[in-house]
Nanobody, 119 residues
Framework: QVQLVESGGGLVQAGESLRLSCAASKSIFSINAMAWYRQAPGKQRELVAA???????HYADSVKGRFTISKDNAKNTVYLQMNSLKPEDTAVYYC?????????????WGQGTQVTVSS
């Protein structure tokens, strides 16, 4: 079992920055991949950014060049640095950890943190 706790959300104006944190209850060395998703009202949850154990990263086209995912293994924490925020970035942001278990995978989700960007 892995517990994930997000923090850092809030209300900002367009163009400002926020940094989200996702603290894991166990070493992230044991988690194969970490990712940030977001869900806006009335929309499906979508992948924002992901980072694999080796440090390879992936970003949604809508956030490339503005968001950066990173991790601190010593703190068992993954971050999402969000710059140049836009009103369309408004959503609940969720952290997900994926662990390979045998032939399959097991996903763990945090409770989410609200990000609101005003115009």
């Amino acid at each position: 079992q892995v517990q994930l706790v997000e923090s850092g959300g809030g209300l900002v104006q367009a163009g400002e920055s926020l940094r989200l944190s996702c603290a894991a209850s166990k070493s992230i060395f044991s988690i194969n991949a970490m990712a940030w998703y977001r869900q806006a009202p009335g929309k499906q949850r979508e992948l924002v950014a992901a980072i694999a154990g080796g440090g390879v990263t992936h970003y949604a086209d809508s956030v490339k060049g503005r968001f950066t995912i990173s991790k601190d293994n010593a703190k068992n924490t993954v971050y999402l640095q969000m710059n140049s925020l836009k009103p369309e970035d408004t959503a609940v942001y969720y952290c997900k950890g994926t662990i390979v278990v045998g032939p399959g995978v097991r996903d763990y989700w945090g409770q989410g943190t609200q990000v609101t960007v005003s115009s």
